[in-house]
Structures are given as structure tokens and as C-alpha cells.
């Protein structure tokens, strides 16, 4: 578990060894990643930064069990993902990740609330339990008079909430983010970037986040810098105060 100013244990959370990547795109052949090696320790925040192309989101979903490698393995919280087949993946991903994406992903036609328990339908949770618990969580990130508004209805800033809100649902030790505020305005961004810096520092979460700004990754534990498919730098930062409020 984390400590409240965001330094990690020394239990590794997500292990990747000699990763590799390769896909076809049209008559040629890429490779995304060229042998990454990485430890994350349980509730450290680290981010993930690199030119276009560099490989950071295809690690960050080989690491989140959305894809495979084609070469090396995948240990995250002690489980092997790499020896997975699809439905034990899906199974270890609604157990262990909650995913933030930049496009958010909801639901257009629930309101935010059944948008937040919709992974209590698939987890076969009855429906005042899924409620009660989407609603606790909307309440705590400050969207409890939002409940029954659909997406358009909502701000960007406001339906990242809601997606922040899906992804602890099932209360995942990781969260995992890819551009999470790159469709928001810089206000707004930086409201979701103290938020994941509370989930880290106050529910002792694991976060992993993909990110080209400065800015956000200034949030983070530890930066991870990638180009052409590598890791080039792998930085602590200094522990600095930062917000806690997500109201």
C-alpha cells in the first residue's frame, strides 16, 4: 500500500521482461517494442512519454492484458498474463484494471449513473448493489447531482469523472490511463491528473498513465521515456505537495 505522499512499497505491482511487439502494416512489418524490461512497485504512479510512434501505448496495453506480446512475459500482481487465453484475460482485467481512456467511452444513451454500474451487470452484481456502489463513487468524485444525467448533458471534465468513477467500480489495485486528459481543457486536466494523485497517494492505487504533456506527467512518481520502441530513460521525481482535493 501507498503512503499518503504517493512513494510506493518495494512489491512489485507489473513485471515486463524482454517485451516485444511486432504487427504487419500493409507489406511491412513493425516493431513496436524491441525488448522493454520494467518493474512498477504496488502504488507507485508512473508516467509513460515519447514521440509519436515510440511504443508508450502499445506497452501500456500489452501491460493492461488489451494485448499480447509477441515475445517476452507479463507478471502483474503475481499473475501470469501472457499464458492467458481471451476469457481469462477479460476475467483478470475486471478483477485487477480499471482503464481510462481520452475518449472516455461511455455509454450514450445511460445516464452516468448506469454508465458507473454497467461493470456490475457483467460481474452478475444485483441491481441495488451495483447501484449503491455507482453511486458511492460518484458521490466521492463530486458528481453526486450528476447521477442522472446522460454523457451529452455532461462537461468533458464531468464524463471523465463518470469514466474515472466506471474504472475503480470493481475496486482495481491499477488504473490505467491513456491520454486520459488530452480531449480536455487544461482546467479541467488538471482536476483528473489530482484526482489519479489522490487515488495513488490515498487508496494506495497503482496508476500507469500514457501521456505526451509535461504537465501531467509532472503528477507522477517516476517517468518512463521511450523511443522506437525502447525504454531511453527511467527518472524518480522529486516528492513534491500536491492537491488532494477532488471535489
Known amino acids: 500500500m501507498a503512503s499518503t505522499n504517493g512513494r510506493a512499497s518495494r512489491v512489485p505491482m507489473i513485471v515486463g521482461q524482454g517485451l516485444h511487439k511486432h504487427f504487419q502494416l500493409g507489406d511491412q512489418w513493425v516493431q513496436a517494442l524491441r525488448g522493454v524490461d520494467l518493474h512498477i512497485p504496488k502504488g507507485q504512479f508512473v508516467g509513460i512519454m515519447g ?7 502499445t506497452l501500456l496495453y500489452l501491460l493492461g492484458g488489451l494485448d499480447r506480446p509477441t515475445h517476452g512475459a507479463i507478471e502483474i500482481d503475481g499473475e501470469r498474463l501472457d499464458g492467458m487465453n481471451g476469457e481469462q484475460l477479460a476475467h483478470f482485467r475486471s478483477r485487477k484494471i480499471g482503464f481510462i481512456f481520452q475518449a472516455f467511452h461511455l455509454v450514450p444513451t445511460m445516464t452516468a449513473l448506469e454508465n ?3 461493470p456490475g451487470i457483467f460481474a452478475g452484481m444485483p441491481r441495488h448493489r451495483r447501484e449503491e456502489r455507482a453511486m458511492r463513487l460518484l458521490v466521492m468524485l463530486g458528481m ?5 444525467h446522460r454523457p451529452n448533458q455532461l462537461s468533458g471534465g464531468q464524463q471523465q469523472r463518470v469514466a ?3 474504472a475503480l467500480f470493481n475496486d ?3 488504473i490505467m490511463g491513456d491520454e486520459p486528459t488530452g480531449a480536455l481543457d487544461s482546467r479541467t486536466g488538471r482536476t483528473v ?3 489519479l494523485r489522490w487515488l495513488c497517494s490515498k487508496r494506495g492505487k497503482t496508476i500507469v498513465v500514457v501521456t505526451h504533456d509535461a504537465g501531467v506527467a509532472a503528477y507522477a512518481d517516476r517517468l518512463l521515456h521511450l523511443k522506437d ?3 531511453i530513460g527511467d527518472q524518480l ?3 513534491r505537495e500536491r492537491e488532494n482535493d477532488v471535489a
Open 51 to 57: 514521440p509519436s510512434g515510440s511504443g508508450k501505448s
Open 116 to 118: 458507473v454500474a454497467l
Open 144 to 148: 453526486g447531482e450528476r447521477m442522472g
Open 164 to 166: 474515472i468513477a466506471r
Open 172 to 174: 482495481p489495485p491499477i
Open 193 to 195: 491528473m489530482q484526482l
Open 229 to 231: 520502441g525502447r525504454i
Open 237 to 239: 521525481q522529486a516528492a
